[in-house]
């Protein structure tokens, strides 16, 4: 395995709550990532915490599922 390979593999520190939201770095607060998903982590759901991102893909779920059910009600 080269260079390349091994620095694609390195872990990163994710903070649950960034450290700019008042996230501590205690162990409870860090999870490690590989550097490729903690880049997409950031660029999907920037410094919201698993918790805040969590609750806006759920909320999306609910909207599509009603969405779902009004189309099966207009159609049906």
């Known amino acids: 395995m080269g260079k ?3 620095r694609k593999r390195k872990l990163t ?3 649950n709550v960034n450290r700019i939201n008042g996230g501590t ?3 409870s607060n860090i999870i490690m990532l590989r ?3 903690h880049q ?7 410094n919201l915490s698993f918790k805040e991102a969590a ?5 999306a ?3 599509m599922k009603r969405r779902g059910e009004n189309v099966k009600e207009k159609g049906g």
């Open 4 to 6: 390349k390979s091994r």
């Open 13 to 15: 520190r994710h903070h």
């Open 25 to 27: 770095d205690m162990l």
């Open 35 to 37: 550097n490729e998903k």
């Open 40 to 46: 997409f982590w950031h660029a999907i759901f920037k």
């Open 55 to 59: 609750d806006i893909l759920l909320r």
């Open 61 to 63: 779920d609910r909207m």
